[in-house]
């Protein structure tokens, strides 16, 4: 199983970036795969995440109106459109995969068992 996440770089505030998470080797499907990041010095947060069934979404408060995820079933891969870019977007983002049923409690950590490597996203101007 491997999730790739790519994407990320530098950008100014008020820019945008799109990450892309390509998902290989599943061999029964995951119930949802989400964004998380995490700055320096903090913990790993949610960003957002999309049910693999019927492409229910959540997305974080702090991101809610600005990044928006989708996915492309015939590549496996989401992505993670981030508009409006703040400096405090800064962090690493990681994709990661879970087969529970998270529902609300999507952001939670511990629910996800498949992570990406991560890819930094820097907000500066």
């Known amino acids: 199983v491997q999730l790739q996440a790519s994407g990320g770089g530098l950008v100014q505030p008020g820019g945008s970036l799109r990450l892309s998470c390509a998902a290989s080797?599943?061999?029964?499907?995951?119930?949802?795969i989400a964004w998380f990041r995490q700055a320096p010095g903090k913990g790993r947060e949610g960003v957002s995440a999309?049910?693999?069934?019927?492409?229910?979404?959540y997305y974080a408060d702090s991101v809610r109106g600005r990044f928006t995820i989708s996915r492309d079933n015939a590549k496996d891969t989401v992505y993670l459109q981030m508009d409006s870019l703040k400096p405090e977007d800064t962090a690493v983002y990681y994709c990661?995969?879970?087969?529970?049923?998270?529902?609300?409690?999507?952001?939670?950590?511990?629910?996800?068992?498949?992570w990406g490597q991560g890819t930094l996203v820097t907000v500066s101007s």
């Open positions: 990661a995969t879970t087969r529970v049923p998270v529902g609300s409690s999507w952001w939670v950590v511990r629910w996800y068992d498949y």
């Open positions: 080797g599943f061999t029964s499907d995951y119930y949802a």
């Open positions: 999309i049910r693999s069934s019927d492409g229910w979404i």
